[in-house]
Nanobody, 118 residues
Framework: QGQLVESGGGLVQPGGSLRLSCPAS???????????MAWYRQAPGKQRELVAL???????NYADFVKGRFTISKNNARKMVYLQMNSLQPEDTAIYFC?????????WGQGTQVTVSS
């Protein structure tokens, strides 16, 4: 149901940082505010996995492999979802997908490539 367009991916050296952004302009503000947000990633040859979750109540949940390094956030007024990624490592290399789970269905992004390499 719908598509989102992530941005902010790219090539970064180990230890570097990136901030992914996901505008949800197709979703009306009241629905966006009532939605859960998430970032997933998929590395080559692997299944898509949950990276971070932010509920409509403001509760966050992170995969063990990103705890303390990544932060999910949102701006309800701008209808934006963010993923701040610090201390990136080569194993973080993947395509990162934004997901907005509204009460009426899910929106997914097309993905943005993150490559961590020296």
């Amino acid at each position: 149901q719908g598509q989102l367009v992530e941005s902010g991916g790219g090539l970064v050296q180990p230890g570097g940082s990136l901030r992914l952004s996901c505008p949800a302009s197709r979703i009306i503000t009241s629905t966006f505010t009532a939605s859960d947000m998430a970032w997933y990633r998929q590395a080559p040859g692997k299944q898509r996995e949950l990276v971070a979750l932010l509920t409509s109540d403001g509760i966050t949940n992170y995969a063990d492999f990103v705890k303390g390094r990544f932060t999910i956030s949102k701006n309800n007024a701008r209808k934006m979802v963010y993923l701040q990624m610090n201390s990136l490592q080569p194993e973080d290399t993947a395509i990162y997908f934004c997901n907005v789970q509204t009460p009426y269905g899910a929106y997914w992004g097309q993905g943005t490539q993150v490559t961590v390499s020296s």
